[in-house]
């Protein structure tokens, strides 16, 4: 299996630009998350899905953001408005196990962000 | 207040030498404990998870310990190659609710 699959691998762009970003999880898992990273404060969980629904989106930072599984092999997170404190790495993750975060994830190689 | 926090921050040994990595935590109610390694521009890869009745996990050359009572992990690497520089991050989950809670991370350099 290939992993999980994201990209784009970089992204650079000028504040007020939506980005987009796009996860292809294990196939046969049925649980989605994603993941900012900064130096500041680390991981943080942004929202996670159990058989494509959402079931916690309470680490989304703002309206700004917002993130959708259409099926099971599919998910984007999207930022619009983009603000330079957006910058990060993103990371999506799979888990063969719906029903928990404690179920051990697989991480992809994550998206860094830029927002200039 | 849930809270996970890893000492020290950074870390520099010599390969070969051995080394522990602390984690305090003061999650509650308690489920489980996961050590993770990060290697620069990769996403993380879980070493170990631990359960409220376990004491010590092994995986190769990584031995983590936890003391439920304390509420203290430790992850101790023997050995130590060069491949092991990297990020450890431990991640507490509560019994309860759909959060988790990730640690800041210790990053070790492990120098020839």
């Known amino acids: 299996d290939a992993g999980v699959i994201q990209s784009p691998r970089h992204e650079v762009t000028e504040m007020g630009q939506e980005v987009t970003l796009r996860c292809k999880p294990i196939?046969?898992?049925?649980?989605l998350f994603w993941y900012r990273q900064t130096m500041m404060r680390g991981l943080e969980l942004l929202i996670y899905?159990?058989?494509?629904?959402?079931?916690?989106d309470s680490g989304m930072p703002e309206d700004r953001f917002s993130a959708k599984m259409p099926n099971a092999s599919f998910s984007t997170l999207k930022i619009q408005p983009s603000e330079p404190r957006d910058s990060a790495v993103y990371f999506c993750?799979?888990?063969?196990?719906?029903?928990?975060?404690?179920?051990?994830?697989?991480f992809g190689p994550g998206t860094r962000l830029t927002v200039l | 207040k849930n809270q996970v926090e890893q000492s020290p921050q950074s870390l520099i040994i010599l390969e070969g030498k051995n080394c522990t990595l602390q984690?305090?935590?003061?999650?509650?109610?308690?489920?489980?404990l996961r050590w993770y390694k990060q290697d620069t521009g990769r996403g993380p890869v879980s070493l170990t998870i631990?359960?409220?009745?376990?004491n010590t996990k092994s995986n190769g050359r990584y031995t983590a310990t936890l003391d439920a009572d304390t509420k203290q992990s430790s992850l101790h690497i023997t050995a130590s190659q060069l491949s092991d520089s990297a990020s450890y991050i431990c991640?507490?989950?509560?019994?309860?609710?759909?959060?988790?809670?990730f640690g800041t991370g210790t990053s070790l350099t492990v120098i020839p």
């Open positions: 899905f159990n058989n494509n629904v959402p079931i916690d």
């Open positions: 631990m359960t409220f009745s376990e």
């Open positions: 991640v507490v989950s509560p019994n309860t609710g759909n959060q988790f809670y």
């Open positions: 984690c305090n935590y003061t999650v509650s109610p308690f489920s489980n």
């Open positions: 993750a799979s888990s063969p196990v719906a029903g928990g975060v404690g179920n051990e994830q697989f």
């Open positions: 196939s046969g898992h049925n649980s």
